[in-house]
């Protein structure tokens, strides 16, 4: 399994609707997760931190399920501007040991916004 | 404002050259890591450093080499052995490393290298 997995899609989107995508992460001892956003050619920007209980910011809501080892994004009343490639990516902290350390990056789903 | 700096943005490097990309950051961050990312792919570590004067390859680190004289700076060369390098390069620091602190990471605005 790989280390941070996502759907790369495109997710092709109405205007106004409501897309949800996940991300998947293999360690269990990942201690931080977030969501970047990406826009083409440009370097990624922090969306929003996501936490154990659930965090919503405007019409972004992100939720962190430690069981099943996942986290998702939820994006309400879709605009144009959303159109971008969006990154899980799952900081396993300074002490967890073995290998790269740090930030895992999934590669991206990229969401394309339809007028 | 304190902030992560690559310069330059765009770079073009000759085949048998080294180049160098810059990365300073003001924001007092401790650990500092370079990226690189290919057209529709993701972003794939290279080098990173969680302390001066000590850094840890990634995943893709050959051809390429770091140092971490200062905690400001993370220089990244790109060495004639990198066979590939025309990418997008990325530099990154990151907040508390430790416990479960916020770790947001920050990154520069990227280094676009191309080879002629």
């Known amino acids: 399994r790989k280390e941070v997995e996502q759907d790369p899609g495109p997710f092709n989107v109405p205007e106004g609707a409501t897309v949800a995508f996940n991300c998947t992460y293999s360690?269990?001892?990942?201690?931080?997760f977030f969501w970047y956003r990406q826009d083409c050619r440009k370097e990624p920007k922090l969306l929003m931190s996501?936490?154990?209980s659930g965090n919503e910011d405007g019409r972004f809501t992100a939720q962190l399920n430690r069981a099943s080892q996942y986290i998702s994004l939820l994006i309400r009343d879709s605009k144009l501007s959303d159109s971008a490639t969006y990154l899980c990516?799952?900081?396993?902290?300074?002490?967890?040991?073995?290998?790269?350390?740090?930030?895992?990056f999934g590669k991206g789903t990229h969401l394309i916004i339809q007028p | 404002d304190g902030g992560i700096t690559q310069s330059p943005k765009y770079l073009f490097r000759k085949e048998g050259q080294n180049v160098t990309l810059s990365c300073e950051q003001n924001l007092n961050h401790d650990a500092m890591y370079w990226y690189r990312q290919d057209p529709g792919q993701g972003l794939r570590l290279i080098y990173y450093s969680q302390i001066v004067n000590d850094f840890q390859k990634g995943d893709i680190a050959e051809g390429y080499s770091v140092s971490r004289e200062k905690k400001e700076s993370f220089p990244l060369t790109v060495t004639s052995a990198q066979k590939n390098p025309t990418a997008f390069y990325l530099c990154?620091?990151?907040?508390?490393?430790?416990?479960?602190?916020?770790?947001?990471?920050?990154f520069g605005q990227g280094t676009r290298l191309t080879v002629v």
């Open positions: 990516v799952v900081n396993r902290g300074f002490y967890s040991g073995g290998g790269a350390d740090g930030l895992t």
């Open positions: 360690n269990s001892a990942s201690q931080s």
């Open positions: 990154a620091s990151i907040t508390n490393q430790g416990g479960s602190g916020n770790t947001e990471a920050f």
């Open positions: 996501v936490y154990s």
